[in-house]
């Protein structure tokens, strides 16, 4: 579809797939181009493996690109002009960036959203016990996940412990090749028969996910001195207590970097592409953008995989505050105009697809499919059912958007999540798009979708960037 000077193709049968494949139309420098791009982006989901890591490190990417912190502003009373740029922080966890347009706020936004939360294993607020001279920390998964995926591989603990004196201490454990890697355990198969025998969902239950964190016990300690030894070494480095789980937020996800997948290097396995490849892509976007005619927006938030809850999910009144005050500091504020600049903008709510597996071609219609190499995936709508769920998109807005990425050249693919009634999925567009605007699902195509390593074609995380840079430009 997005050669449109392609000569009509002989009639196919309806399963084949006729789009051509992205890779074969890169010139040797856009090629370069791309492999760039996907090593800055390899570096992005490697360093940031949560939502506060990803929010922390896209704000030090917006200010290094001259946006200014809109709490400032609001705090200075500063007004906004045409080509300026400002972010917002929601609690460590969820960022909006805008720049402001040429037209006024109330002519509508352009925006990107996407989310930065992945499925993990949380720590439970009380994790640490000893077992038989083993010490563990129990968790509580976030998130849908196959439980069986992620035991038996090398895990990291990343996030905060909030102290009483208010200050935030930051864990990162596993990531430095010095540092020791954590793990749960599974049957040996040798005694595995009665395991074995158990559905998929069941072969792992949820409260069996303990990560295994000591074996050494504290000398002249009576009782638990495995524990207590786990103990003494986190007050020595990090002054943090037992109490002191009670307020922290410890994520248990897999360690190590991601890495190119493939002897061709044309994809790229990690730790949380849904959504940081879309996120990413679409703050890359926001950094192409110079001066425009709407007020662009990208919006990273967190929640999603949990149903976009709580003050940082995409269901808190984060972003209309965020207008709110935007219109505050560009012209009389009213609440009119606030309604009317949500209402006149056109959205792309970015999450991941699920990508054609020739290994469960059985759970896949091919014709609407998303494939690796074909471009960024646009779903008109998704739920499951009979569409329950889902936002379902104007074909008016479609073909808006088809005009933009055709012009743009830009490789673009449409595909439902899999065949009708084998299961389902939802994002955030619809959470949007009750505000009354144009609001359409887009991303890239992931295979392993939510396990530990998932993939992604970096033809398809380019075309992706590509498309965010065309819809601000076109739209
Ligand atoms: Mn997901
Ligand atoms: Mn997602």
Redesign the pocket.
């Known amino acids: 579809m997005a050669d449109t000077k392609a000569k009509k193709p002989a009639a196919k049968k309806a399963e084949d797939n006729e789009k051509k494949n992205a890779w074969l139309s890169y010139s040797a420098a856009e090629k370069k181009k791309l492999e760039a791009f996907c090593e800055d982006y390899k570096a992005f989901i490697s360093n940031c493996k949560t939502e506060r890591e990803c929010a922390a490190e896209s704000i030090e990417i917006l200010k290094k690109n001259g946006y200014k912190d809109l709490d400032e502003c609001i705090a200075k009373g500063k007004k906004l002009k045409a080509g300026d740029k400002v972010y917002k922080n929601n609690m460590g966890k969820a960022v909006a960036a805008f720049i402001i347009g040429k037209k006024p706020v109330e002519a509508g936004m352009l925006i990107l959203g996407a989310h930065i939360d992945s499925?993990r294993l949380d720590l439970k607020q009380v994790p640490l016990y000893e077992d038989t001279e083993q010490a563990l920390l129990d968790t509580h998964y976030y998130?849908g996940i196959k439980k069986y995926q992620w035991v038996t591989l090398p895990l990291a603990l990343h996030g905060v412990v909030a102290l009483k004196d208010g200050s935030v201490v930051k864990v990162n454990i596993g990531e430095d090749p010095a540092d020791p890697v954590f793990e749960v355990t599974d049957i040996l198969v040798h005694l595995a028969q009665q395991q074995l025998e158990k559905t998929g969902a069941k072969v792992i239950e949820g409260e069996a996910l303990n990560v295994l964190v000591g074996s050494e016990p504290l000398k002249g300690e009576k009782k638990n001195a495995v524990k207590a030894n786990i103990l003494k070494l986190l007050k020595d480095k990090y002054k943090i207590t037992e109490d002191d789980f009670l307020s922290a937020e410890i994520e248990v996800v897999p360690a190590g970097p991601a890495r190119d997948l493939g002897f061709d290097r044309s994809m790229i396995t990690g730790y949380g592409h849904?959504?940081r490849v879309c996120a990413y892509t679409s703050l890359a976007a926001m950094l192409d953008v110079t001066s425009i005619d709407r007020t662009a927006a990208c919006l990273l938030v967190d929640k999603?995989?949990i149903g976009s809850v709580g003050a940082t999910g995409m269901h808190s009144v984060f972003f209309e505050n965020a207008v709110a005050e935007i219109i505050n500091l560009t012209t009389d504020y009213s609440e009119l105009k606030v309604r009317r600049a949500l209402a006149n903008s056109c959205m792309l709510s970015s999450d991941?697809s699920a990508a054609y597996d020739p290994n469960y071609s059985e759970v896949f219609e091919k014709k609407n499919a998303a494939y690796f190499g074909k471009g960024i995936v646009y779903n008109k709508y998704t739920g499951s059912r009979g569409k329950s769920g889902s936002n379902d998109a104007n074909a008016e807005y479609f073909a808006a958007i088809r005009r933009a990425m055709d012009k743009n050249k830009v490789a673009f693919q449409t595909a439902e999540l899999g065949k009708v009634d084998v299961g389902g999925g939802g994002t955030i567009a619809y959470i949007m798009a009750k505000y009354n605007m144009q609001v359409i699902d887009a991303g890239v195509a992931v295979l392993c979708?939510?396990a530990p390593w998932e993939i992604v074609s970096k033809s398809d995380v380019y075309e992706a960037y590509k498309a965010y840079v065309a819809f601000l430009k076109e739209m």
Do not use: A
């Open positions: 499925p998130g849904d959504d999603e995989e991941v979708m939510h």
